[in-house]
Nanobody
Framework: QLQLVESGGGLVQAGGSLRLSCAASGPGLNSYVIGWFRQAPGNGREFVAAISWRHGSTHYADSVKERFTVSRDNAKNTVYLQMSSLKPEDTAVYYC??????????????????WGQGTQVTVSS
């Protein structure tokens, strides 16, 4: 059983930056892929980025490429989502999630087994 706790959300102006954190605890972290998703009001959960804890490989949604960077700190059992050049359309609740996978970086929410509680990101124009 994994536990995931997000932090770092807040209010930022368009063009600004935020760094989200996902602190993970539980056995076998090295066997998981950590994904970031977001959900705006009235929308479904949208894939943002994912990273393999074992390999460090990453994958991004086209909408955030060149603006967002996902990384991990093995010593702290934490995955980060560095968000830059933020736009009002990035406003959403951001969730991190864990998928038991050694390599495949899943992009569908239903493929992930564990979820954090979410953190609100609001980008003002």
């Amino acid at each position: 059983q994994l536990q995931l706790v997000e932090s770092g959300g807040g209010l930022v102006q368009a063009g600004g930056s935020l760094r989200l954190s996902c602190a993970a605890s539980g056995p076998g972290l090295n066997s998981y892929v950590i994904g970031w998703f977001r959900q705006a009001p009235g929308n479904g959960r949208e894939f943002v980025a994912a990273i393999s804890w074992r390999h460090g490989s990453t994958h991004y949604a086209d909408s955030v490429k060149e603006r967002f960077t996902v990384s991990r700190d093995n010593a702290k059992n934490t995955v980060y989502l560095q968000m830059s050049s933020l736009k009002p359309e990035d406003t959403a609740v951001y969730y991190c999630a864990a998928d038991f996978s050694y390599a495949e970086l899943a992009t569908m929410a239903h493929e992930y087994d564990y979820w954090g509680q979410g953190t609100q990101v609001t980008v003002s124009s």
